[in-house]
């Protein structure tokens, strides 16, 4: 079965740097979430989208800005990069209508900030 | 507000033995419950999920859960560790009304030869 899939795996970048993150969701879901994951934490939520529309948000920086497109993959872009950044960042995706909310995790993008 | 607390951040058990991993949540509205299992350098696998059906949940690698309300529990169990069962284990609880996960802080388990 398809699963999530997120580019790339690996990113290295240097303080103040821009990077992208790209996830493209199970086929037939139309809700997208963002996770970040520091090294011995558990995932943190950043921010949602349901149908092309933020539907909710967590504890993103302002220095991120994220949106889904007309085909439902999403991009995370993250400006400004700092230290603390890096992270294993997650997407996952969920049928809404399913009405369970159940989240499948893509493996995700370790980010390594330099 | 919902809030996920697991007993214990490492929990060692022998080859063959009972695993227990414990889950507590808070919730103010009804929950959706969720094990989820992180193996090292990999992405998170649903073990398996309490959405108001069943109380007792079987998932996938012979783990189940059971819900309990008076509680507010979601214990994962497993009658025979393997070692392939090492990993990170996370629980999660979302809401019948359709919100982000709030993830506990993970349970590492080893399993012993």
């Known amino acids: 079965a398809a699963g999530v899939i997120q580019s790339p795996r690996h990113l290295i970048k240097e303080k103040r740097e821009t990077a992208t993150l790209k996830c493209y969701p199970i086929?037939?879901?139309?809700?997208v979430y963002w996770y970040q994951q520091g090294p011995g934490q558990d995932p943190q939520f950043l921010i949602s989208?349901?149908?092309?529309?933020?539907?909710d948000k967590g504890s993103i920086p302002d220095r991120f800005s994220a949106q889904q497109f007309s085909d439902y993959h999403s991009e995370l872009n993250m400006s400004s990069l700092e230290l603390g950044d890096s992270a294993l960042y997650f997407c996952?995706?969920?049928?809404?209508?399913?009405?369970?909310?159940?989240?499948?995790f893509g493996p995700g993008t370790r980010l390594t900030v330099l | 507000a919902q809030s996920v607390t697991q007993l214990g951040s490492h929990v060692s058990v022998s080859e063959g033995a009972l695993v227990l991993l414990r889950c507590n949540y808070s919730s103010s509205v009804p929950p959706y419950l969720f094990w989820y299992v992180q193996y090292p350098n990999q992405g998170l696998q649903l073990l398996l999920k309490?959405?108001?059906?069943?109380?007792l949940v079987k998932g996938i690698n012979g783990f189940e859960a059971e819900f309990k309300k008076s509680e507010t529990s979601f214990h994962l169990t497993k009658p025979s560790a393997h070692m392939s069962d090492a990993a990170e284990y996370f629980c999660a609880v979302s809401s019948v009304y359709g919100q982000n996960f709030v993830f506990g802080p993970g349970t590492r388990l080893s399993v012993l030869p």
């Open positions: 996952a995706s969920s049928q809404d209508r399913e009405g369970t909310d159940t989240q499948y």
């Open positions: 309490y959405t108001s059906a069943a109380t």
């Open positions: 989208f349901y149908e092309k529309m933020q539907s």
């Open positions: 086929p037939r879901h139309d809700t």
